[in-house]
């Protein structure tokens, strides 16, 4: 699932590009990626982009006056340039967009497929791709960002110059849920998925299944400073990097995420699997439950 930091990489490369440009072409290849059907995204042909910019993990096309694509790449969308040949770039960066994967997986044979196409009048084409099983990407035409439910319910972004303590506490301290979960929910931080959820876990030194409300102040310090730092050394770890190379690069950069059986790189433990809603994340028990073992669906914790 791409997250805050490779988002906030390509918003600032498609800024960089596509500012300044017409609009010249829509080629919408899957129409369940349009969510705002009294609003295609053809009625912006023509519109130029005046900005290019982040909500939580959604991409937000200004076109001034014209309105706002707004684009959720959900669970398994990203987006890359195309060529006058076809895609020679999808094809380099042979993959899935930023979501998350274990260090040593083998890339898919093919790319993804491009579900929506934007062209612009310098002759670059923004493919929109979704390489899920089911369609995960979503297109929204509004006159304001807050328009899509998605962005309008967004909590505070740890990104952000002004994310204090106090929203912080006030997002996460005495909540009656798993903490891994309250960090992940976009309505209490924004930007934050299994991946980066993982690794703020790990370097806090707090138990991914521990109820937000049973921390101490001693782990919600140290909660609060590894949220804003990991998200924010992420951003700027991941800034430059062309879009096709940022899942290498968030991969190579986890340190617990991802890499179960390697040694934690803080105490040597055996970095271990567990089970989360429907998907499998990782901890270290020594650094994270005082050596308890969580449970993992189908094997051992």
């Not at 009625?43 to 900005?51: E, F, K, P, Q, R």
């Not at 959720?72 to 195309?82: M, P």
């Not at 930023?98 to 670059?124: C, I, K, R, T």
């Amino acid at each position: 699932m791409p997250e805050s930091p490779e988002v906030q990489a390509l918003v600032e490369e498609l800024d960089a590009r596509l500012a300044g440009r017409a609009l010249t072409g829509v080629d919408v290849l899957e129409f369940r990626t349009t969510k705002s059907r009294s609003r295609l995204p053809a009625s912006l042909i023509a519109a130029t982009v005046s900005g290019v910019a982040r909500h939580g993990k959604l991409v937000d096309l200004a076109f001034g006056d014209a309105g706002h694509l707004v684009i959720s790449l959900g669970r398994h969308g990203w987006a890359r340039w195309a060529d006058a040949s076809g895609g020679a770039e999808a094809a380099a960066a042979a993959a899935t967009g930023p979501e998350s994967a274990a260090p040593d997986a083998a890339a898919p044979a093919d790319p993804p497929p491009a579900l929506v196409s934007l062209s612009f009048d310098d002759g670059a084409t923004l493919e929109l791709t979704d390489a899920g099983n089911w369609v995960s990407l979503g297109t929204w035409v509004v006159d304001r960002p807050d328009e899509v439910p998605a962005v309008a319910k967004l909590g505070p972004d740890p990104a952000d110059a002004d994310f204090s303590r106090e929203r912080f506490e006030a997002a996460v301290a005495g909540r009656r849920k798993q903490v891994k979960a309250v960090l992940q929910e976009q309505e209490s931080l924004a930007g934050i998925g299994n991946a980066y959820s993982d690794e703020v876990l790990h370097r806090a030194k707090v138990s991914p299944v521990v109820h937000a409300a049973a921390l101490d102040e001693a782990e919600l310090a140290r909660l609060f400073s590894a949220t804003t730092g990991v998200v924010r050394e992420a951003i700027e770890a991941r800034r430059g990097v062309p879009i096709a190379q940022l899942k290498a690069a968030k991969v190579a950069a986890m340190r617990a995420h991802g890499r179960a059986g390697e040694a934690c790189p803080v105490c040597g433990d055996d970095l271990r699997d567990f089970s989360f809603a429907s998907t499998t994340a990782q901890y270290c028990p020594t650094c994270q439950t005082g050596g308890e073992l969580l449970p993992l669906k189908g094997g051992e914790g």
